[in-house]
């Protein structure tokens, strides 16, 4: 992050620096230099350390939540902890084939696994899990069918090439009976079969094209059709899964009935999650989001790390957790990146059967 570049301090304030975090991770209370002297050979006194800990604080670092108390990490002391003192802890060897065994013992059920993924993950960093059902990224055309309701009401079915099914609901102009929208859609099957909605869009651009078909299939139902699969396309739009919200609500963090709502606020909000997960879908790697940095003020007191998941850019997801801002980012990290890089290998496998094997 940018605003860290400007952040310079010694190396002595970046191990107390770190032992703050570590510490307010694990205890939730504020660290006094009495205790990183008592506790760390740091070779100093508890002044030299009380004299450092002011210097990290005029640089926003930590915070001092009460007189005469310790410190605690600030949104800031995170965002530098993470990206420059943080080193991930790697889930053991038995965790690991643990952990893989589970996936395994579930047949190649892309729903299950999704579900299995978010369980693994509240478990394993003892927080919630969030994850999104994997959404082809290209989505190509299977088959429409146009169904007259009413008069002039029809419903539009579409099915993707990876069997996604979406339907849209619209009122026409003039009436049409089901023989003339059945042989009309039977006509637009054959010529968009296996195309992907930019594609259709440039048939219709075609003027040859365009001419050939009636009005309302020009200006209504082609432009309806490209629509819905842009739609599904989409990872953000795919179905959300949640996991082992009891975690967070058992921190001292959420103990007030105040943050608890917020918290159930925030789990409701599709407009945070469709920030969140779109910004993970256009980068590599985990991805944390500290307190409200990033994505409103819902997220003020939690900190978030994700992953997209998938292969080839043809099929992505999303998973992570989201816990108080005070999580241990070294163990999310870790476990993140080693979930959503089990089921990209897993989704690869099923999309490609010659692969499929014994557990390895």
């Known amino acids: ?7 310079n301090i010694t190396d002595r304030q970046r191990q107390i620096l770190a032992i703050i975090v570590e510490q307010y991770v694990s205890t939730a209370r504020p660290v006094a230099s009495e205790h990183i002297t008592g506790s760390y050979e740091l070779n100093v006194s508890s002044a030299t350390v009380r004299n450092e800990m002011v210097e990290l ?49 579930i047949e190649m059920d892309v729903e299950e696994w999704v579900r299995l993924a978010t369980a693994v993950l509240a478990r394993t960093v003892h927080t919630a899990a969030v994850a999104t059902a994997p959404r082809s990224t290209a989505v190509r055309l299977k088959h429409f069918e146009f169904l007259s309701i009413s008069d002039v009401r029809i419903l539009i079915v579409l099915v993707g ?3 996604t099914v979406t339907q849209q609901m619209l009122t026409l102009d003039e009436s049409w009976d089901q023989a003339s929208l059945s042989s009309l859609s039977t006509r637009l099957n054959a010529a968009f079969q296996g195309k992907t909605g930019a594609e259709i869009d440039a ?3 075609d003027e040859s094209n365009a001419r050939s078909l009636p009005a309302l299939a020009r200006e209504v139902l082609v432009p309806y059709v490209v629509a819905m699969l842009s739609r599904m396309q989409r990872p953000e739009t ?3 899964y949640h996991e082992g919200l009891g975690h967070i609500l058992a921190q001292p963090e959420f103990h007030h009935p105040e943050r608890v709502q917020q918290l159930l606020e925030l789990f409701e909000q599709d407009s945070v999650w ?38 080839e850019d043809q099929m992505a997801g999303v998973l992570g957790v989201i816990g108080p801002m005070r999580m241990p980012y070294s163990r999310s990290v ?4 080693y979930i959503s890089g089990l089921l990209s290998d897993l989704l690869y496998r099923a999309h490609n059967p010659q692969l499929l094997g014994g557990e390895e």
């Open 334 to 337: 870790s476990t993140v990146s």
């Open 238 to 240: 795919a179905q959300i």
């Open 57 to 105: 604080e005029k640089a926003g670092l930590i915070a001092q939540p009460h007189t005469s108390a310790g410190r605690v990490p600030s949104d800031r002391g995170y965002r530098y902890f993470v990206e420059n003192l943080m080193t991930p802890t790697a889930l053991s060897t038995s965790e690991q084939r643990t952990i893989r065994h589970q996936f395994h013992q």
């Open 274 to 311: 469709s920030s969140l997960i779109s910004s993970v879908l256009t980068q590599d790697g985990v991805q944390v989001i500290i307190g409200d940095e990033r994505h409103g003020t819902g997220m003020a007191a939690c900190g978030v790390v994700l992953a997209r998941y998938g292969f």
């Open 161 to 163: 090439h990876d069997s």
């Open 203 to 205: 048939w219709l651009k």
């Open 1 to 7: 992050m940018d605003q860290q570049r400007d952040i």
